[in-house]
Each structure stands twice: as structure tokens, then as C-alpha cells.
């Protein structure tokens, strides 16, 4: 559409121009999520509480554990993989207590239309995940990463704003690359 002059104009709010400045700056989240899909796929124990009524999940550490104890892993006997192919798994350690309760940052893609929260739906609200991070509880099992943001009630609300702008189109759809009609 370019070539018709026409111009694609995003817009944001005032409250969601304030969260993207938080989530760069103050709130740090763009430590962990970054890029294009708002994710660095690493992991962190960032004190989520445990799930009521779940077996206990000790998180990366099992995880870590049952991969390589699995027979279709990439080292298996089932594999077609050569060893040298297998770096994830031949340099995975199932022993390292760092990764108790560590969990893979999700991509904040789309991230409004997929409540509930973490890993194990712990909470219903991105408010709640916000508040969660801004108040930076102590991990229930292993080392928590986080420190405590100091966002006031109203930084916590545009950054939640700034996240529900991260939603968009499941497809791309050519009418939003248009210009609105005069």
C-alpha cells in the first residue's frame, strides 16, 4: 500500500505510551522480555507462589530431570540424532539446585488474551502479575530473582495498559495496513 501513499499509524494511549516506558525502564521487564516475541526464552524463579491443589512443581529442575531420563530424547535410542547434534541435552545438568523453581519466560505476545497467569494459571488478572512483580515476594522454594519495582498503583495500571496493547490480530488481515477511509 505503500506505493498509494497511504501510511499505517499505530497509536497508543497516554496510560499505554507510560507502560512502554515503564516495561523499558523502571519495571525492567525488558530484561527478560525482549525482542520480537517479548521473550529471551530463559529461565527464572521470579517467587511464583505454589499452585493450590497441584502437586508440588519444582519447576526447570524436574523438567531437567525428566528429559534426560526420557528414552525419545535427543541422545535415546530412538534418536537419528549424532551425539554432537545433542548440545541442549549433553550439557543439560539435572542436579543443579539454581534451578529449582526457574520457568521459562513465556512471550508476552498476545499476552491479554490468555489469562490465567503462569505456569500453573496462579493468577486471573495481568494486574495481579504486575503487582506480583512490583511487590517481589520471596521465592517458596529455591533463589528468587527479583527485586522490589516501586511502582505506584497508577505506574502498575499503565503498565497492565501497555501489555494489553501487546494483543493483536491472531492473522495478518490487509485492512490493517490501510489507511482509515475520509
Not at 495481568?126 to 527479583?146: C, F, K, S
Request: hydrophobic fraction near 40%; aromatic fraction near 6%.
Amino acid at each position: 500500500m505503500a506505493g498509494d501513499g497511504a501510511k499505517m499509524q499505530a497509536t497508543l494511549s497516554r496510560d499505554e505510551v507510560a507502560g512502554l516506558k515503564l516495561f523499558l525502564g523502571k519495571a525492567q521487564c525488558v530484561q527478560c522480555h525482549a525482542g520480537p516475541l517479548f521473550t529471551n526464552n530463559e529461565f527464572h524463579n521470579t517467587g511464583v507462589p505454589a499452585a493450590r491443589g497441584l502437586p508440588a512443581d519444582s519447576g526447570r529442575l524436574a523438567g531437567a530431570r525428566q528429559v534426560l531420563q526420557d528414552e525419545f530424547n535427543c541422545l535415546g535410542p530412538f534418536s537419528d540424532a549424532r551425539p554432537q547434534q545433542c548440545g541442549e541435552i549433553r550439557f543439560l545438568a539435572a542436579d543443579n539446585a539454581v534451578q529449582m523453581r526457574q520457568f521459562r519466560v513465556p512471550s508476552l505476545r498476545n499476552v491479554a488474551q490468555r489469562a490465567p497467569y503462569m505456569h500453573a494459571g496462579q493468577f486471573a488478572t495481568l494486574r495481579e502479575v504486575v503487582e506480583h512483580y512490583n511487590r517481589a515476594p520471596a521465592a517458596p522454594q529455591g533463589h528468587g530473582e527479583l527485586q522490589p519495582l516501586g511502582l505506584s498503583a497508577g505506574e502498575v495500571g499503565q503498565l497492565v495498559a501497555f501489555l494489553g496493547a501487546l494483543s493483536g490480530p491472531v492473522q495478518a488481515d490487509s485492512r490493517w495496513l490501510q489507511s482509515p477511509s475520509p
